[in-house]
């Protein structure tokens, strides 16, 4: 089935279209194979499950965690120094009531009353802390009540019979003692009660502890686990499989136009392969027509360079027997031609000259990169000197000065480049000021592995809406009479450009009537950047 597939594809495709060469290998080759996308949707739909059922687990031991921390920090402790505090404010407040019964001197009232202020404190932090807490509640209630039951039957009186100046009864004192151990015991209860939940907030904390480093450790196994998982799947559904369509495909572009690809991988990798399949078996069908391409490219080739030939000679030749003729008619018949007839005879002239001129531009403008061309290292300050000499007598007629920095080496051809450089002088000379002596500089600077250059003038300028149209063949800004020229010379100088690698472009910064600058590019030589 696939050698009859393989034979007959050619032949298909030279009937079928491309499009439909390749919506039908598409079909052969990913029928019945899941696509990577739906692979990838249950990979990471399989991960996420995870990821979010381990982000509650961690979160709920975490939260559990924080919260035994805060019991344990912010509530248990603090309640049990306050009950320790409390208890030393009522030893305080009954060392006092005692001293002064003893002593009848009201200084000793003085820790009595602090006692006091401090015991409600100690109270009132306590309810703060313990309220929450079922068990801890009445516990301090009890001891707040009897703190206020021993003061009412005991302190209270006590002090007010000895301010009587009376005894205090016997009574009364063994109803203090009493009062107060029971608030003693009240005080030991709750402080216990309140070791006791310090004790069960600390085996929370240990458990949610161990549940948070359980919780961290199976994630990072899972982490491990899903980065191989995720890491044998992508060499699964991708690497491997492109490296296999890259080795396939490296076959047919080795000239295997007769290897029929073989790849196996997800949907998206199977289309791949079936394009590449497809554009084989299209390249396949198309060797004939490229072949009888590459001969009528060919016979194309020939049949320009002979027009170049005519018109270089045969072309010529008639414009300029025009003009000699036109010339020794007026030569002849000087005497009896009017004035018309002697400037009808000077457009004639004119005319042949002028396309003679745009004739050899023309060529000048089509050998640009023919076979043939020399390249080489070039001096490009040899090549600026040597366009300047061609200009000789342009320069000397316009008094114009024409500075050039120094240049670089470069790879090209030393004639197109001479020709490059003598086409922006001579415009550059050509666009000047009528009132102002023409100044012509050239610079070039290293950029990225490109040396850029500049020739800059103190010329007309260039508008910047015009900035491309002057590279275009023919296009000219300004009429014959003003400014004489065929047209060609910046479409010349972008093709010599473009043969060097380059591109060429009018820097639009500079204000129109300041003059011009033109800059071009060509790439550093690898050989030239290795001397240097």
């Known amino acids: 089935m696939t050698d009859q597939l393989a034979r007959t594809a050619p032949a298909r495709a030279a009937q079928d279209g491309p499009s439909t060469v390749r919506a039908r290998t598409r079909h052969t080759f990913s029928e019945g194979t899941w696509s990577l996308k739906r692979r990838l949707g249950l990979a990471f739909t399989v991960a996420g499950a995870v990821f979010v059922i381990g982000s509650v687990l961690g979160g709920l031991a975490l939260n559990a965690m924080v919260s035994a921390v805060n019991l344990q920090v912010n509530r248990l402790d603090p309640a049990a120094h306050s009950t320790s505090y409390l208890l030393t404010s009522l030893v305080d407040e009954e060392t006092g009531v005692r001293g ?41 209630h009890a001891v707040e009540s009897q703190a206020n039951l021993w003061r009412s039957q005991y302190a209270e009186p006590a002090i007010t019979t000895i301010m009587g100046k009376k005894q205090v009864p016997a009574a009364l004192e063994t109803t203090g003692k009493l009062d107060f151990d029971r608030l003693r015991a009240d005080i030991a209860s709750l402080n216990r009660e309140i070791l006791s939940e310090r004790a069960a907030a600390l085996r929370r904390l240990h458990a949610a502890t161990t549940a948070v480093i359980v919780v961290a450790i199976t994630g990072a196994i899972a982490l491990i686990a899903a980065a191989a998982a995720a890491w044998a799947a992508m060499n ?99 005497g009896q031609l009017d004035d018309r007839a002697h400037q009808y005879i000077a457009f004639a002239v004119d005319g042949a000259k002028r396309m003679q001129l745009l004739i050899n ?16 290292p070039v001096d490009l300050n040899t090549v600026a000197s040597e366009a300047a000499d061609r200009l000789d007598a342009t320069i000397a007629d316009t008094d114009a000065e024409v500075v050039a ?57 260039i508008a910047p809406a015009h900035a491309e149209r002057v590279f275009v063949i023919f296009q000219r800004l300004h009429p014959r009479d003003a400014y004489p020229g ?28 300041s003059g011009t600058t033109i800059r071009w590019t060509i ?3 690898d050989e030239l950047k290795e001397a240097t």
């Open 100 to 140: 002064y019964i003893i002593s009848r001197q009201q200084s000793f009232l003085a820790p009595y009353r602090q006692g006091v202020r401090q015991t409600a404190s100690y109270i009132s932090e306590l309810h703060r802390l313990v309220d929450a807490y079922p068990a801890l509640r009445p516990r301090l």
């Open 236 to 334: 699964a559904w991708v690497t491997r499989p492109l490296a296999l369509l890259g080795n396939e495909a490296q076959v047919v572009a080795s000239g295997g136009l007769d290897h029929e690809l073989k790849v196996s991988g997800p949907q998206e990798v199977m289309e791949l392969a079936a394009d590449v399949e497809a554009m084989r078996r299209q390249l396949l069908a198309s060797l004939d027509d490229l072949s009888y391409k590459a001969t009528e490219l060919e016979r194309s080739n020939r049949e320009l360079e002979q027009f170049a030939y005519v018109a270089s000679h045969d072309l010529q030749e008639p414009l300029r027997k025009v003009a000699s003729f036109c010339q020794m008619l007026e030569s002849r018949y000087a």
């Open 361 to 376: 531009e023309l060529l000048t403008f089509s050998r640009v990169g023919q076979p043939g061309t020399v390249r080489g």
């Open 405 to 461: 920095g120094e240049l670089p080496t470069v790879t090209g051809d030393a004639t197109l480049l001479t020709q490059l450089f003598q086409n922006l002088i001579a415009n550059s000379i050509k666009f000047r000021q009528p009132d102002e002596r023409p100044l012509v500089r050239i610079t070039a600077e290293r950029k990225d592995g490109y040396w850029e250059f500049a020739c800059q003038d103190n010329g007309i300028g």
């Open 486 to 513: 065929t047209g060609i010379g910046l479409a010349l100088c972008r093709k010599i450009v473009d043969f060097h690698g380059g591109t060429i472009w009018v820097d639009t910064g500079a204000d129109p009537g």
């Open 523 to 525: 790439p550093e030589s």
